[in-house]
């Protein structure tokens, strides 16, 4: 597909092709531990047949991940047959694997067998909340309207979720968002009283929550299954059926705690599972610490680098463009500024029916977030040009090119820099948010640590990246030393 070839293109150009091979398997994730470890298992199982794989974990949320599939960005992921039901296709019922794959066929994509067990949602609470409360169902909350409610952003906004709960229980509150993974912590530090989960978590156990019974059936069932291109060999189906029926809620349970709470890694417990059940004996593989820090320090350079430079070109040419017509100028600046005001990983979204997932799209995002301060200081230092300097140009017969190559230019030098220093940070920053369209970097420890609630794994992604802006603003320190005459330098400070 034309996203798929414009990525592989880009690879190669970037110099991480495949030398004529054929193109490794993607196995993509969601940003939760369960996904993660479900992701991990199928990328085991296709190693164990003796494939190249490639992992897009940490996709952010139903949605983006769905679309990756059906854009042939990814050609597997673990999704729930209630997910896709109700957020997905919006049936409004609790539909069999083989209607789901009636209604799919059209995306071309199907549901293969499911693992066993059920991940529904439900809402939870600490125990000792639920006994003072005398809560023990859905329903008993509707009349508690003091109490501290914040769930999942996702199950903000989905109909199997806030929206549908009002509905359903008659709900007259709202609640407030918050990334899944530190709910339960937000849960143990009494900072909220409510959010909701799911049936599977390891957490569950270890906080002693009480999970409230869904006294109105209104969720449906999530039966969890690898959901897959119709196109995925015959050889890798073969290899994730296998699975069918192997985890029911216990064994799902034990498997996500094993990470979040015995310290193991999701290649870690997918290894032990699929060894325990005698399914695949594969040595998985994966760079270790040090070399995942270099390769996402390398991914985020290059990202940023690229869309940098393309700012750079399209901001000057397009600033020195238009700055001697102030409505065209205002215009331009106004539709940079629209662009700008569009939230980060919405624009990233947005992008991937166009350009599909991973680097083309983050990096044309980065370059559109790139732009604004680049052409907005190129057009003001341009403008600003002391009026005198201008008469004394126009009076020696300069050309109005050689007005712009030898007044305009070198005096506005500062403030172009000035902008391009800003964008060089801001796209650095920006950058970590391209994790979740699976294109790396330093945003994907960030990922896995929220979904973990783990803090050293979340530093891991953020201490290189402010290091990074640090040296960003070192760097074009000097280089506007070194370009700069000592009097314009002056004039800046």
């Known amino acids: 597909m034309i996203p798929r070839l414009v990525g592989t293109a880009l690879l190669l150009l970037s110099g991480i092709g495949w030398a004529g091979e054929a193109p490794p398997l993607v196995i993509g994730s969601k940003n939760f531990t369960e996904s993660y470890v479900l992701a991990e298992i199928l990328v085991q199982l296709i190693e164990a047949e003796g494939l190249a794989v490639e992992r897009r974990f940490g996709l952010g949320g139903t949605l983006i991940s769905f679309d990756a599939l059906r854009a042939g960005e990814i050609d597997a992921y673990v999704e729930y047959t209630g997910t896709v039901s109700q957020a997905i296709l919006g049936l409004g019922t609790d539909a069999t694997v083989s209607r789901l794959n009636v209604a799919l066929r059209e995306h071309g994509v199907r549901f293969l067998r499911p693992f066993g067990f059920n991940n529904t949602y439900a809402l939870a609470l600490k125990a000792e909340t639920a006994a003072a409360l005398g809560l023990t169902r859905i329903s008993d909350l509707v009349p508690q309207t003091g109490l501290r409610v914040m769930v999942s952003h996702e199950f903000l906004e989905r109909a199997d979720g806030w929206p549908g709960l009002i509905a359903t229980y008659g709900f007259e509150w709202a609640p407030t968002g918050i990334e899944h993974g530190l709910a ?55 290899a994730f059926e296998k699975l069918e029926g192997s985890i029911d809620d216990a064994t799902m349970q034990r498997l996500n705690a094993g990470v979040v709470f015995d310290g193991e890694t999701f290649a870690e417990v997918a290894k032990g599972f699929l060894t325990e059940q005698g399914i695949a004996t594969v040595e998985p593989t994966g760079p270790g610490r040090w070399n995942s820090l270099r390769q996402n320090t390398l991914t985020h350079l290059k990202l940023t680098g ?79 040009v002391d009026p005198l300097l201008k008469r004394v140009a126009v009076a020696m017969g300069l050309t109005p090119r050689e007005q712009l190559r030898y007044v305009y230019l070198p005096m506005s030098m500062p403030g172009v820099l000035a902008g391009i220093r800003t964008a060089a940070v801001i796209s650095i920053g920006t950058a970590t948010l391209a994790a979740f369209i699976g294109a790396g970097g330093l945003g994907d420890p960030i990922v896995t640590g929220l979904a973990l609630n783990d803090t050293s794994l979340i530093l891991q992604g953020a201490i290189p990246a402010a290091l990074l802006a640090v040296a960003t603003e070192l760097i074009f320190e000097g280089v506007e030393r070194a370009l700069l005459p000592r009097h314009l330098l002056q004039s800046t400070n």
């Open 306 to 384: 690229i869309a940098l430079f393309g700012a750079i070109l399209v901001g000057v040419a397009l600033g020195v463009a238009v700055y001697r017509m102030r409505a065209l100028s205002r215009t331009v600046l106004y539709i940079a500024g629209l662009l700008q005001t569009i939230p980060s990983i919405a624009l990233l979204a947005l992008m991937i029916p166009v350009f599909g997932i991973g680097i083309v799209p983050a990096i044309i995002a980065l370059f559109l977030y790139s732009l604004l301060p680049i052409l907005r200081n190129t057009i003001t230092a341009l403008t600003s």
């Open 184 to 238: 339960y912590q937000a849960l143990a530090d009494g900072s909220i009283d409510v959010t909701d989960v799911y049936s599977t978590d390891g957490e569950l156990v270890r906080y002693g929550l009480t999970v409230l019974e869904d006294d109105r059936d209104f969720f449906p069932r999530y039966l969890a299954a690898p959901l897959v291109r119709v196109d995925l060999p015959a050889s890798v189906v073969a």
